[in-house]
């Protein structure tokens, strides 16, 4: 880059959770910043939050399931700014806690849409910016949950979470990685995955009881309750040239919890 200009990144899922603390994160660490998500109240409310720390913010609301809202709205964004050279897919989040004899196909491709085929919209939309500049960094968030299928602490009675749909679409995420790093190595671009532990936000406290949140602080190394920003570090180290060779790869932040 020319000057003083700034890298851009795009954040998904960003106006609430793990999503705006990425956010602030990668605004803290001297990127320009572009914030996209569905929800209204809470865009209006990052904006406002992050008004005089990054004035030059950019933000869209958008639908990530949608192929015509992904495309139009980041092609604005990416004229706007100029360039693009950081994507955090991070939208995404369980939908259903249906065991699968008791889902619907609708419901499971539902949890698919949003969970991997959002990435992939997202991603198809900054590749052009990023293979002009010759250089990019998409980090798509996975979950290690992928690694366990769910932990067995939320299945001991009387729980029962069953996100079959989230898990598989996770999986994706982490195929989906792998599969363009190798694809977009020889442009330059880095592909990777962060995969955070069960992080209690306050849409996952509104579908886990207190006990859920105990029981997966139990099977953890650290005993604390892993908190949005915990995944930050990872996801700003992804987006700096400190991981310049880095690619292909998922960086597990989940304070010990899928050791085994």
Do not use: W
């Not at 003083?4 to 705006?20: L, N």
């Not at 949608?66 to 897919?89: H, M, P, Q, W, Y």
């Amino acid at each position: 880059m020319a000057g003083t200009e700034r890298p851009v990144a795009i954040v998904t899922g960003a106006a609430q959770g793990m999503g705006r603390a990425h956010l602030m994160g990668l605004s803290r660490a001297g990127f320009r910043v572009a914030c996209v998500d569905h929800a209204a109240d809470a865009l209006d409310a990052v904006i406002e939050d992050l008004r005089l720390e990054a004035p030059d913010l950019l933000s869209a609301l958008v639908d990530v399931t949608s192929e015509e809202a992904v495309e139009g709205s980041f092609a604005r964004l990416i004229t706007e700014a100029g360039r693009c050279d950081v994507l955090v897919n991070n939208a995404g989040g369980a939908t259903t806690g249906k065991g699968l004899a008791d889902m619907a196909l609708g419901e499971f491709e539902a949890e698919l849409r949003l969970n991997l085929t959002s990435q992939f919209l997202c991603i198809r939309a900054v590749l052009p910016a990023m293979k002009r500049q010759g250089a990019g960094s998409i980090i798509n968030i996975a979950s290690t949950s992928v690694f366990s299928g769910i932990t067995a602490a939320l299945h001991r009675p009387p729980l029962s979470a069953n996100l079959v749909g989230y898990v598989a679409a996770k999986g994706g995420v982490v195929g989906l990685t792998r599969a363009l790093a190798r694809e977009l190595g020889p442009t330059g671009i880095r592909v990777n995955a962060v995969a955070p532990g069960f992080t209690p936000t306050p849409r996952v406290k509104a579908t886990f009881p207190a006990e859920a949140v105990a029981r997966m602080v139990s099977d953890q190394a650290f005993a604390r309750v892993q908190e949005p920003d915990d995944a930050t570090g990872a996801v700003i180290f992804l987006a700096s040239s400190a991981s310049r060779f880095v690619t292909g790869q998922v960086i597990r932040v989940d304070g010990g919890g899928s050791m085994g």
